[in-house]
């Protein structure tokens, strides 16, 4: 057995869902405007921010991505590099900027896993930053 629920074994059922909200995942690289982050903010519920190994964010994206927080937006830290765990206030004060982070989710596992834990859990930080160790 999988040491983490999932597929049945979660809260969440295809027949209680009805439209899922929006989330995006950008992937960090050295060129990256910050100007991307005001428009995912604009628009979605939540973000996935892939960036380097623990889920490191280069310093000039960090101002745009505190403020996309702010102003609501579900920041996500998580890893582009295909395995690991983003560690919770390692790479980044996460507590103090209003951000979660993946634990071992891939990028693109997470994004569903936060549609789906927004679904039932609206804004509850602390209920999201759960279910990326529940699930």
């Known amino acids: 057995m ?3 629920n999932h597929t ?3 809260e969440w059922s295809i027949d209680a869902l009805h ?3 929006k989330v995006d995942i950008v992937y960090a690289y050295g060129a ?3 100007e991307v982050i005001g428009t995912v903010a604009a628009d979605a519920r939540g973000l996935i921010i892939a960036g380097t190994g623990n889920g490191n964010i280069a310093a000039r994206m ?6 996309a927080a702010r102003s609501g937006l579900h920041v ?3 890893s582009r590099t295909g395995n690991g765990v983003v560690i919770r206030n390692g790479a980044q004060p ?3 900027y209003g951000w979660l982070v993946v634990d071992d989710q891939a990028p693109q596992k997470a994004r569903i896993l936060l549609m789906l834990a927004i679904s039932s859990h609206s804004d509850d930080r602390s209920a999201l930053q759960a279910a990326f160790y529940r699930y």
Do not use: F, H, K
């Open 76 to 78: 996500v830290r998580a």
């Open 32 to 34: 990256l405007e910050q």
């Open 2 to 4: 999988p040491s983490r």
């Open 62 to 67: 960090v101002e745009p991505l505190r403020a």
């Open 19 to 21: 439209s899922l909200p």
């Open 94 to 96: 996460d507590d103090d």
């Open 8 to 10: 049945v074994r979660t």
